[in-house]
């Protein structure tokens, strides 16, 4: 049994820091959960690919933990119509945005629901439920501490159906590190993790989830896009004496690159929920 330090105080201040931010964003926006619009659409073309080499039969179920404005969710439900997708998260005003985006996004009617929960206490939000697909994009992040993570991440695979995957789009102190030496390298300062954010050690990561899934394993998805727009595009714009902009066209660019290097915080897990029933025990 793991032992899991909580920081309640920290947390209310995360949850009121994403309330706030989804108070103060248009419903049409798709900047309530992050800035960089074309990051996101990277990130939903990323799990796209995943799931449709995962084959899912008709009818399974893909749940979303912290899904935010619902437009990742929303997003992949139009392009999976006989797959369910749940949505929760802890935030009514991030609900309330990913609701509008059911009636304004297009997917199928009744293949989406939204449900109030917390991620650190999956039981609470799922009864005894499993499912076949769990995603989480930056919203592991958001826990206080490394044991809320891995606690919610066994979480993930007790209620994953055997074979199931886990989809993560999570930070990492690794990439982190690797793109501020690039930046450093142009003359950019360090671009440094936000109070609310918690990232992952890559090494630990892989080790505290051997037992649960097998294979586990990240992906740079998002580095050429880093590169290119946090290195490349902001040195230049620091030469020219600009603000960068998030809708330069570099952007969508940049998120049609292969990806090389390892140059981006933000790496997708990848990970499978072993089949046989002892796997979890031993863990
Ligand atoms: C960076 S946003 C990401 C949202 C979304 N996954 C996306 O693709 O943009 C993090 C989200 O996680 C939610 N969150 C953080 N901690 C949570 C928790 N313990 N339970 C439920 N939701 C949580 C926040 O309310 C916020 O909406």
Known sequence: MRTVFSNPDKSDQIKRYWSDRARATEPSSAQAT?????????????????????SLPDGSTVVDLGCGDGYTTVSLAAEFPTVRFIGIDWSEEMLALARQKLLTLEAPPGTVS?????????????HSGKFEV????????????????YDTITQIAEHLTPGGYYFGIEDFLQGQRNFNHMRAAMGLPELPVRWHNHFFDEEILLAETRNLFDPVALESFSSSYFLATRVIYSAGCHLMGVEPDYFHPIHRTAGMLPAIGDFSPIKLICARRKLCKEALCAS
Not at 44 to 54: C, F, N, P, Q
Not at 114 to 126: E, Q, T
Not at 140 to 149: F, P, V
């Open 34 to 54: 992050t800035y960089d619009v074309f990051l996101r659409r990277l990130e939903i073309s990323t799990l796209k690919e995943k799931l449709e080499a995962a």
């Open 134 to 149: 769990f995603l989480s994009v930056r919203s592991l992040i958001n826990l206080t501490s490394s044991e809320e993570q």
């Open 114 to 126: 939204f449900r109030l929960g917390d991620i650190r206490h999956l039981s609470a939000d799922l």
